[in-house]
């Protein structure tokens, strides 16, 4: 009988381990930002909107909102199933985003793709790490003036959010999602710089691509 014991208990170690974060391959880690230019990227909006400072981007909307695309080579910025990483920091009153899977586009709010949440204290009261306006969250374990880590898995019709380790959403697309723009399929990364009031510092963004 204790022979079945052990097998039993690695299948169940296995299962949580796969709940906690979707398997990665051995291949490494690929940065997207060389901290000193904006190789690779490409601004939607105002230019002045976004600066490089110290190795970071700094994000800070001269009119109305910006973004930041990455239109780089690597996987012809056309990402599917990926872990990407990024250290962030808010400063007092500020909001911004991390979006996944959206495309370069001239101006407004990226309209394809979704949106990691970048906000510890603005008066929008969705914070850092949630999925903005479908898995939102409220009180993140991040302060102003602090840098956190941010990652964002994305694996098939999954996507896990991390702040410092700790997941904070865990959420499976549903096969009937109707929205044809906010949905998951391929696309780039970019960087919000939200409005005149909001500035986020953002560096060492990296990506390792996952298998489809």
């Not at 105002?46 to 970071?56: I, L, M, N």
Request: net charge negative.
């Amino acid at each position: 009988m204790k022979f079945h014991v052990v097998p039993l208990l690695f299948s169940m170690v296995a299962t949580l381990a796969w709940a906690a974060e979707p398997a990665t391959p051995d291949s490494g880690w690929v940065s997207l930002f060389d901290g000193k230019s904006f190789e690779g990227w490409k601004c939607a909006g105002d230019p002045a909107s976004f600066t490089v400072e110290d190795g970071q981007f700094v994000a800070h909307a001269v009119g109305g909102n910006a973004h930041l695309f990455y239109t780089g080579p690597v996987a012809n910025h056309e990402f599917k199933n990926f872990h990407v990483k990024l250290d962030v920091m808010t400063t007092p009153g500020s909001n911004s985003g991390f979006y996944i899977h959206t495309q370069y586009q001239e101006s407004g709010w990226p309209k394809k793709g979704y949106e990691i949440q970048i906000n510890a204290s603005h008066r929008d009261p969705k914070r850092s790490g949630g999925l903005y306006g479908i898995k939102d969250c409220f009180d993140p374990p991040v302060k102003d003036n602090v840098w956190y880590s941010q990652e964002i898995i994305v694996q098939n019709k999954r996507i896990v959010s991390k702040i410092d380790g700790q997941v904070i959403f865990d959420y499976t697309e549903p096969d009937d999602w109707s929205d044809a723009d906010r949905r998951l399929s391929r696309g780039t990364f970019a960087i919000q710089a939200h409005d005149p009031k909001s500035t986020v510092y953002v560096k060492n963004i990296q990506v390792k691509l996952l298998d489809d």
